[in-house]
């Protein structure tokens, strides 16, 4: 029984076509992936098909087929027709709803349409996992004891017995997301919709969400719809597929036939065929340690006499699993933050600075040569790329020279020219999440540092977009001197890009070598984490 029907639907952004013509169609408990690489326009349409302001279509129909009670505004799958309404018992009623045009339904449509995005996060900060998940149970119609089963069960099943107290703006980015899939559980829905659900998160965490969601929507038959540039997870996740190109259908089929297709467009990444002469050392680090105190586990020793010297033009790897101290020691290479002991030196020309020394002649004289892009990283909202790139950072320069140095850099992170002139005037939400990414990388290199500190670079990357970061690497290092340290748990990726790499396990420096001798020393639980897929 058909839910759901997109017909002809095109989007424009002023005079920018996002979407083009997108027809089909999906049945009740059907799952659909829709791939595509960066900027294909998948969370557009994702956006649209939940009805979030801004995101009508412009041309062509949204179609839901439900069930509808017209006594108290309850909807369920067309299925349903002709059963009681479970609110208060009058009989459901099936209806074809044109869900942009037909206000008179649409408010209790969208509180029927579950979404988890992969960045923003619908939690009540302040509160526990406990009280979020009820606080949605309670909008549900949920009271008292029935709403404390429901909760204690959804806790269960999305595997988070252990937090059920911790406030949610303490959890990790996986554990957000499986919060998050609770509370959309808690509604209901009659579809679900995924918009890169597992983009940032590391690939043992990412399983961890997938058989989350394999377990709380997949087995319920409730329809998904999930869009991913990460095909392992299209093909694990749904039955049938759509790619999507620059806003069109390029193929609709099963699962596996579109993510076999989708795949022989990925070409392989390989270190370019350059002769680059390593220089002599820009850091040295000397037994850095950083402890912190904490009530529940005593002193916790984040970074634990760490002895390491990285090179200028060096892309250099810092690789280890979630909680071994990588983005600890690069936020105080980053001079972010001070070592508990130990001794760091920076060298500007032929001059060492201390960076444990505060001050102009201290870390304060060095620090504006080191570029840091965190994983949580935000561009200005309310700024142009362009201003983003340029005024809102403190870079004061004459116009047209300063939109010349935004295209080059833009092109130095995988933009073509033509992309990069297209998305100067635009604001960061006009853009995909992976373009987002990438503007965020620019916005730390056009401010020309001598090393720049990225932090798990590839989390929201398609494989195509990944592979054009690897050459743009290679090539800011080539054209600009650039010095790169990787913080990552992707060793697929730092195999592909990196000279030498630093086991981290447990806040210590186990090894550094070259990235395969790294390899030979994982322990069968590092492997699964950092070679596992999405």
Not at 500 to 521: C, F, Q, S, T, Y
Request: include cysteine; glycine fraction near 8%.
């Amino acid at each position: 029984m058909i839910l759901l029907e997109v017909k002809n639907v095109s989007k424009k952004f002023g005079d920018k076509v996002v979407l083009k013509n997108i027809s089909f169609t999906l049945e009740e408990g059907e799952s659909l992936g829709i791939l595509g690489k960066s900027g294909a326009g998948k969370s557009v349409l994702l956006h649209m098909l939940r009805g979030m302001d801004g995101y009508e279509p412009t041309e062509g129909q949204i179609i839901y087929h439900v069930s509808y009670c017209e006594k108290c505004g309850y909807v369920d799958v067309p299925s349903k027709a002709g059963t009681p309404c479970k609110k208060c018992g009058e009989e459901l009623k099936k209806i074809e709803v044109d869900f942009w045009n037909d206000k008179k339904y649409t408010y209790n449509l969208k509180r029927k349409i579950a979404i988890m995005l992969q960045r923003t996060f619908a939690l009540y900060g302040e509160k526990s996992v406990l009280e979020n998940i009820l606080e949605a149970l309670h909008q549900a119609g949920y009271e008292g004891k029935e709403a404390i089963d429901m909760a204690l069960k959804l806790i269960k099943m999305v595997k988070l017995e252990h937090r059920i107290t911790h406030i949610a703006r303490d959890l990790s980015g996986g554990e957000k997301q499986r919060v998050v899939l609770a509370r959309q559980i808690a509604k209901e829905p009659f579809i679900f919709l995924a918009d890169e659900p597992t983009g940032t998160l590391d690939p043992q965490t990412a399983k961890l969400v997938h058989s989350a969601l394999k377990d709380l929507v997949i087995k319920n038959k409730i329809s998904l719809i999930l869009t991913s540039h990460w095909p392992e997870v299209i093909a694990e996740l749904t039955e049938k597929a759509v790619w999507l190109e620059k806003g069109e259908v390029i193929m609709e089929g099963t699962s596996e036939e579109v993510v076999n297709k989708f795949m022989e467009t990925v070409k392989e990444f390989k270190k370019p065929d350059v002769e680059i002469e390593i220089k002599e050392d820009i850091i040295k680090l000397e037994n850095i340690s950083k402890h912190y105190c904490s009530v529940e586990r005593g002193v916790v020793k984040a970074v634990d006499g760490v002895t390491l010297n990285i090179r200028e033009k060096e892309i250099f790897g810092l690789v280890g699993t979630s909680g071994a101290g990588k983005t600890t020691l690069a936020k105080i290479i980053a001079a972010v933050l001070p070592p508990s002991k130990g001794k760091y030196w920076f060298r500007l020309g032929d001059e060492w600075v201390d960076m444990t020394q505060p001050g102009l002649t201290g870390r304060g004289r060095a620090k504006r040569y080191i570029g840091i892009l965190f994983q949580e990283y935000a561009l200005y909202p309310h700024r142009t790329i362009l201003q983003n790139l340029t005024e809102a950072i403190g870079l004061e320069l004459p116009d047209e020279f300063a939109r010349m140095k935004a295209v080059y850099t833009l092109t130095s992170v995988g933009f073509s020219e033509e992309e990069a002139e297209e998305i100067l005037d635009k604001y960061p939400h006009e853009l995909s999440v992976g373009e987002r990414h990438r503007c965020a990388l620019a916005q730390v290199l056009i401010k020309e540092p001598r090393v720049v500190i990225l932090d798990e670079p590839t989390g929201t990357m398609d494989p195509i977009t990944r592979n054009t970061v690897a050459e743009s690497i290679h090539k800011s290092r080539a054209e600009l001197e650039q010095t790169y340290i990787i913080v990552s748990h992707d060793m697929d990726f730092v195999l592909n890009v990196c000279d030498r790499a630093g086991l981290m396990r447990n806040g210590k420096l186990i090894k550094v070598g070259k990235p395969e001798e790294i390899v030979a020393l994982l322990t069968e639980e590092e492997k699964q984490e950092m070679f596992g897929q999405k």
